[in-house]
């Protein structure tokens, strides 16, 4: 953790409480991670079943920890009653820090920040953990812009230690410095960038899916492209990647970069996420993606 990441941090209050708006895939994770970490949070869904796979996610995690000897069946009770899932608001107005993780798409975003907003104290801080979607944009459906701000994990969020802490145009020290405080801890190494689409990592990681793109157009085997990424020493290959981001939040990512950025990112066809999402395949959430799962 950087020197300057130590120091905002020491400007910015101990989070307590902590709430997430999605149990799905990011959001399950941001609660489990929090939960281990010590601190408890509230997991707002709008579907019972959304709730329940979030849990199942977290108890999967903790679980392996107990198998390993590496954490006592009671130490894992007491940091799955720390996450509450609901399907209500009930008790936002005791959280300090809330993470939006629902679906990507501005005008869902606009409408929860919105609403998220009207029951959270007044010096709370609500950050959106977008991959794309630019901060300030987002702010504009709010009152207090000056308490939000970008705070975007990676996929697995218990896996990657990284969090781009993203500032707005009308984002304030404070604001980034509790969020600095709350990835600190949660284990992470937070980073402060700039509002842009896509921020920092998308920014890299946006143009290397679409030269893996038009390498499977000119002919390439996806699986044989993902050999030959993970020989050169990525985690896994690109094609893997997307099954496990999710090809609807990927589609739904790429069409915000080309639209942030046009000249670089709009290409003139039709990109494979894109087939991908109009055919279904979603990727690991719904079974099948580049690779079918059981
Ligand atoms: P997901 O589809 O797995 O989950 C989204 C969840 O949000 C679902 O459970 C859905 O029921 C819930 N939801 C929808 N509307 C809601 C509302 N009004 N209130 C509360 N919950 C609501 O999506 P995900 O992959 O977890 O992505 C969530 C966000 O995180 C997106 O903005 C995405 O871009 C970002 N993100 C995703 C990844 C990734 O690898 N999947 C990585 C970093 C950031």
């Keep these: 953790v950087s020197k300057y990441a130590k120091t ?41 079943s ?32 720390s996450i509450r899932p609901m399907l209500t608001y009930d008790g936002f107005d005791s959280v300090d820090v809330v993470v939006e993780a629902v679906v990507e798409n501005a005008k869902v975003k606009h409408a929860v920040l919105a609403e998220t907003e009207k029951h959270i104290r007044k010096d709370a801080v609500l950050a959106s953990n977008t991959s794309t979607i630019s901060i300030s944009y987002l702010a504009e459906a709010l009152e207090r812009p000056e308490n939000f701000c970008g705070m975007h994990f990676f996929n697995p969020v218990h896996a990657m230690p990284l969090v781009e802490v993203i500032r707005g145009e009308k984002t304030s020290d404070e604001t980034v410095a509790r969020t600095v405080k709350y990835a600190l801890q949660m284990g992470k190494t937070p980073i402060v960038v700039n509002d842009c689409p896509g921020f920092f990592v998308n920014r890299v990681l946006f143009p290397y899916f679409a030269g893996f793109d038009m390498l499977v157009r000119d002919g390439a085997d996806f699986r044989h492209v993902d050999k030959v990424m993970e020989r050169y020493g990525m985690p ?44 279904n395949r979603f990727g690991q959430k719904n079974g099948i993606g580049f690779y079918k799962y059981e």
């Design 8 to 48: 905002v941090a020491k400007q910015g209050g101990d989070v307590k409480q902590a709430a997430v708006l999605g149990a799905g895939i990011m959001g399950g994770g941001i609660a489990y991670q929090s939960a281990y970490k010590g601190t408890p949070i509230l997991m707002k869904d709008i579907a019972e």
């Design 50 to 81: 959304g709730l329940a796979l979030g849990m199942k996610e977290a108890g999967k995690l903790l679980s392996k920890r107990v198998s390993r000897g590496r954490m006592t069946p009671d130490k894992m009770a007491s940091v799955l009653s």
């Design 236 to 279: 896994m290959g690109p094609a893997y990647l997307m099954d496990v981001v999710g090809i609807d939040t990927g589609f739904h990512a790429a069409e915000v970069m080309a639209e942030g950025f046009p000249d670089r990112m709009r290409h003139p066809f039709k990109g494979i996420s894109q087939m991908m999402f109009e055919a």
